[in-house]
DNA sequence: ACTTTTATGATAGCATTACTATTATTAAAG
DNA sequence: CTTTAATAATAGTAATGCTATCATAAAAGT
């Protein structure tokens, strides 16, 4: 299997011209990285992205419906990255503790580049995903979107590391639950750290992602072990 | 003691003008709750909230810089008011566990209305924060907005909670991360459950809350009592 | 080669949002 | 009974979130 050869599909089409498929596409992905990372998604607007990519609001409309939708594209490309990710560091590992350990490895490390999407940043995703992964389900249109598919990459991978959590133990009897908590921990924690550090003993350093994880294999562990 | 006596005090000052003390200040606070938990926070303008008090935009900018600011002050009275009413049910409780256990309780509850603040929907009000809390934190200004104080009521409540880990197992070394994972996950759980319910066992009823609470019991109790 | 389609760019425009400023009116305080 | 303070009424402005039109260039089909 050849790494370089990936190519991330999604289940759903939040855009209306798929981006990968044309130059204008991919810098649009490109850009709208770099500056939602660098503007946060609500300073972000498709007229600064038109400037900075030298192209126009209406010719980035043809792509995205609006912003959000955008937002949805990056944050599903993310998750599916993410489960092929897992799926790589997991496989033919046959003791299920080590591949619930290594998921929950992959989960908290920061982006990882891959080679084939080179119009990715993935560490710039990453950041976004931290802090604006949860506003694309914390909306009034979170059922119409969820039927559109939006989630389904989200979904998967917490479907896949529950699986884990079964293999371990298969009376546990939250395993969803469990791993949606932990998924999103993954990320507050590493912002609280950062910005917010009376919420955590997590220091808010280059290696908060490692002691995160430590932490969650902690609590992920111990529920699992649980004696009921 | 007198629980029709409450007045919540917040430790900052997220507003212009204290809308606790006036007749249009309680209008802007009760009808921006039942509009943004109609709307949701996007949707949500002072245009609008003054179309529905009889008053005018500029008015409501007397007592709100904008709305982002009139959110951290419904969302911090709302963590000042729960911190109140963990203090309260736990007060005289000796056991740590159970004082623990009615902590989890409270915070997952839904929201419990105060007869001494009338122009509090807390009901309403715990409906936005399950959606809505996280968006106050998750901006390019939460450093600023930290020195102002805006966080404080959470913290503290976070805080207190993570006391009542250390005084069963003084010994665990995560008591913050802890606390802060599943008071983020109590509102994740319940909006999961009634739109993305393949995220989580937790069932979209009525007593999802009761439910969550259960499974975080579950977890915090597994997390401390772990043998390491 | 030559039409037809398709993608982008250039330009304009429009309703809504997020404010700010000005002045008038009314009610409370001194 | 007059000064102050709070609200209302009105207007205006820059930015946002779009949509529409037309020209042009490049790619695809015949």
């Given amino acids: 299997m050849n790494t370089t050869s990936i190519k991330i599909n999604l289940n759903h089409k939040a855009y209306m011209r798929d981006p990968e498929n044309t130059e204008l596409g991919r810098r649009i992905i490109n850009e709208s990285i770099r500056l939602i990372d660098d503007l946060g998604f609500e300073q972000f607007t498709f007229r600064?992205?038109?400037?900075?990519?030298?192209?126009?609001?209406?010719?980035?409309?043809r792509y995205f419906e609006n912003k959000h939708k955008l937002l949805v594209y990056l944050v599903?490309?993310?998750?599916?990255w993410l489960d092929h990710?897992?799926?790589?560091?997991?496989?033919?590992?046959?003791?299920?503790?080590?591949?619930?350990s290594?998921?929950?490895?992959?989960?908290?490390?920061?982006?990882?580049?891959?080679?084939?999407?080179?119009?990715?940043?993935?560490?710039?995703?990453?950041?976004?995903?931290?802090?604006?992964a949860s506003k694309v389900y914390l909306t009034k249109e979170v059922d119409d979107d969820n039927k559109d598919g939006y989630f389904l990459e989200y979904k998967r991978l917490c479907h896949h590391i529950a699986e884990m959590v079964l293999a371990i133990n298969p009376d546990y009897p939250y395993p969803h639950a469990l791993i949606s908590t932990i998924m999103e921990a993954a990320h507050q924690q590493v912002?609280?750290?950062?910005?917010?550090?009376?919420?955590?003993?997590?220091?808010?350093?280059k290696r908060s992602p490692e002691e995160t994880a430590t932490f969650l294999k902690h609590l992920v562990f111990a529920a699992v072990d649980q004696k009921r």
Avoid: C, M, Q
């Fill in 102 to 132: 290594r998921a929950i490895d992959v989960i908290t490390s920061s982006g990882i580049d891959n080679p084939a999407t080179l119009h990715i940043n993935e560490s710039a995703l990453h950041r976004i995903v931290i802090v604006e």
């Fill in 76 to 80: 599903s490309w993310h998750w599916a």
């Fill in 191 to 205: 912002f609280f750290a950062e910005h917010l550090p009376s919420l955590t003993e997590i220091k808010g350093t």
């Fill in 48 to 61: 600064k992205l038109a400037n900075v990519i030298g192209s126009t609001e209406a010719s980035i409309y």
């Fill in 85 to 100: 990710f897992v799926l790589f560091h997991t496989n033919n590992i046959a003791d299920p503790r080590e591949r619930l």
